[in-house]
């Protein structure tokens, strides 16, 4: 507690009264002294006296309460402040401030950090906001000063530049290094969604204002994969085209090369992502021969609204000879150059159902088939009894590509088809209704004996042996059913079973959709969390390697699940770019905004900071400079900052605990001193 003295006036009549009493009085002795009467002076002195009695002055004593003062220390933690030492310098200019303010009296000194890790937005450098919240409830009259330790590059400043942002000082410690250069692409525009296998394209633009003009070499990937290197001017938007292979999420990235004494690489690249739709499925069916089973493959394809179905049936083989003449058959010519040679290219999948050998399909053309599945396209055989003999459709060129070899051997019984255990972990065959876990699917009763070494058994039939197998050929996929038995699940026979999931999954996975994809790695973003989900045919668990936005990388540990999958979950709290691995396959996915605030821009920088340092009254210290800059208390209006010294107001704001009131001229005492006065001037007049 301190005490403070002062003298106040309280008028003993109203303050009108007062000037006019003091008007009047000063009038009556200008026109004594002009008229020089006798007793002037005693009668000045006896007025005088009689006004200052009647204003009343008091002498109030304050017994006062001083208040420390109260500084802001705001530390940047954003993503750009771990570019090259701006971290080390950081770290060291607080220590220096904490132990000099640790020194000072009378000062309160508040430390708070700013960015992802400390809480804030996962995105951009939100120092204001920040110091904002830190100090509500502090008043103006007792605010030394805010204090920002950080590179300049600070995201929720006003549009008026020249602000004074708090009421008091503003100091910035500016970490990084003058001329610094940084170089990072930025995706300006891109679609959402694409049709498949059709070009679209995004607007990209690589930033590199210290570069000159030297084309810049970017590399674009497709789901990690390379699909080409493109020469780009810095600085011009340019438009790059993009061809989606197959439907669902396509993450393309694109990686500028390293320029000369960058700050960092992590912003040289970005990715974006877009879905596949496919425009119309173009489905090839040609059935070998009318049976039972055919049209409910006709009716599959058709229900279908996406599916352009094309389907032949072979009626009339070419060496059959009667006696019907041409014009009275409801027939046309099978179009074989047109479908296996033009267009085969144009088709989607290829099926053949129940299809053999009977001079139809010249050994060229079979050969434009293999040729076609190792280039990338799909097949899908539903093999009947013929698959086994010497028709067979193995014994001709597409042998190359055909993953089931035949015994010779037909088995004909009942038996009901169950996954393998193979099948439970693939994601075509996996959770299906009914099988081995619900009710009991019906049987069929054929099926082609077959020998598949190297494919993938994802369904068994009789005596446990090959049903439904999946390989991979060159580029291209295929698919072998052993039986042509699968109607009977349409029909509903004996129950039935999952005919129509079972091969909507098969005719996609031949199409490459990723989510069928038996060996995958997929990673999402669910709020401020990583998802990640790996499916293999192998066993589950596990680890994957993710690597942040700014270099970091993290282990992290995934949980073995049910039929293959295996998942783990991160927290994630910076935006950016973040590539998960396992060794083998990786995946992206973006935090926030595909082009993230903190690395918009890199080299620091004072530009953004300096009209509100000015308004406040601040300054700017160059940590690079001056790495430990000392702290000094300054009376208000006083110089704030120096080349190695940064000023916090000395405001001595107090409260007051209590008045104690004396007036400065008792009554008893004003009155004698009016006698006296009034005997003088009478005196005076007397003589």
């Known amino acids: 507690m301190l005490e403070g003295s002062q003298i106040v006036f309280e008028p003993l009549i109203p303050e009108p009264a007062l000037l006019v009493l003091a008007a009047l009085s000063g009038i009556v002795l200008l026109y004594a002294l002009f008229r020089r009467a006798r007793g002037g002076i005693p009668r000045l002195l006896l007025m005088a006296a009689l006004l200052a009695f009647l204003a009343g002055p008091t002498l109030v004593e304050e017994e006062r309460r001083y208040h ?60 204001v906001e920040a110091a904002r919240q830190a100090l509500e409830g502090v008043p103006r009259n007792r605010l030394a000063g805010v204090v920002f330790i950080t590179d300049g590059l600070v995201h929720d400043l006003p549009d008026d530049g020249s602000a004074d942002l708090f009421g008091a000082p503003l100091q910035v410690l500016l970490s990084g290094v003058p001329g610094e250069r940084d170089r990072r692409i930025e995706v300006l525009s891109a ?214 070899s035949p015994t010779g051997d037909v088995t004909v019984r009942g038996f009901r088809p169950k996954v393998s255990d193979l099948g439970a972990r693939h994601p075509v065959t996996s959770n299906l209704r009914g099988g081995d876990g619900g009710r009991p699917w019906g049987r069929w009763f054929r099926q082609v004996d077959v020998e598949a070494p190297e494919a993938d058994i994802l369904m068994t039939g009789a005596d446990n042996k090959p049903l439904l197998i999946l390989d991979r050929v060159g580029e291209g996929r295929v698919a072998q059913l052993l039986s042509d038995q699968a109607w009977l699940w349409a029909r509903g026979f004996e129950g039935g079973g999952p005919q129509a999931e079972i091969f909507r999954r098969t005719a996609h996975w031949l199409m490459k959709e990723p989510a069928l994809e038996e060996e995958s790695l997929s990673v999402e973003v669910e709020g401020r969390q990583l998802k990640v989900e790996r499916r293999s045919l192998k066993d589950g668990g596990g680890t994957v390697q993710v690597t942040g936005p700014g270099g970091s990388v993290e282990t992290l540990t995934l949980e073995a699940g049910n039929n293959g999958l295996s998942f783990g979950r991160m927290e994630v709290d910076a935006a950016g770019l973040y590539h998960v691995s396992d060794g083998e ?103």
């Open 191 to 404: 679609p959402a969604f694409a049709i498949v296998n059709q070009e679209t394209e995004a607007s990209i633009v690589v930033h590199d204002p210290e570069g000159g003009n030297d084309l810049i070499r970017v590399s674009i990937r497709r789901d990690g994969q390379p699909v080409e290197v493109r020469l780009l001017p810095p600085g011009q938007p340019t438009r790059v085209p993009l061809t989606l292979d197959h439907g669902g999420k396509n993450v393309f990235e694109f990686e500028a090369e390293a320029g000369e004494g960058e700050l960092t690489l992590e912003n040289n690249r970005t990715a974006l992502s877009v879905n596949g739709v496919r425009d119309r499925l173009r489905v090839l069916l040609i059935s070998g021969e009318p049976y039972s089973g055919e049209r409910s493959w006709r009716n599959l394809l058709k229900a279908d609204p996406a599916v352009d179905l094309v389907h032949f049936t072979i009626l009339r083989p070419p060496q059959k000879q009667d006696a019907t003449p041409i014009h009275e058959l409801a027939l046309i010519a099978f179009p074989i150059r047109e479908l296996f040679e033009i267009k085969i290219k144009d088709f989607d999948l290829i099926i053949f159902d129940r299809f053999w050998r009977r001079g139809v399909l010249h050994f060229a053309y079979l050969n434009n088939i293999a040729r076609y599945v190792n280039e990338g396209g799909a097949l899908l055989d539903a093999a009947g009894p013929s698959f086994a003999g010497p028709a067979s459709l193995f014994r001709s060129p597409l042998s190359k590509v055909l993953p089931g």
């Open 68 to 127: 420390d003062d109260v500084a802001l220390v705001v530390t940047d933690r954003s993503l750009s402040q771990g570019v090259g030492d701006r971290q080390a310098q950081t770290d060291r200019a607080l220590a220096a401030l904490r132990r000099d303010t640790d020194t000072l009296e009378n000062l309160e000194v508040r430390f708070v950090e700013a960015g992802p890790k400390a809480g804030g937005p996962a995105d951009g450098s939100m120092l």
């Open 585 to 687: 396959r990786g995946s992206v996915a973006v935090l926030g905004s595909l082009n993230p605030l903190e690395y918009a821009e890199l080299v620091s920088t004072d530009r953004l900071l300096r009209g509100h340092v000015e308004a406040a009254g601040g300054g700017i210290v160059r940590l690079a400079e001056t790495p430990e800059p000392r702290v000094r208390r300054v009376e208000a209006g006083a110089r704030m900052a120096g080349g190695n010294w940064i000023g916090l107001v000395e405001n001595q704001a107090y409260d007051v605990t209590s008045l104690k009131r004396a007036p400065l001229a008792p009554p008893l005492i004003a009155v004698l001193l009016f006698l006296a006065l009034a005997m003088a001037a009478w005196r005076r007049e007397g003589r």
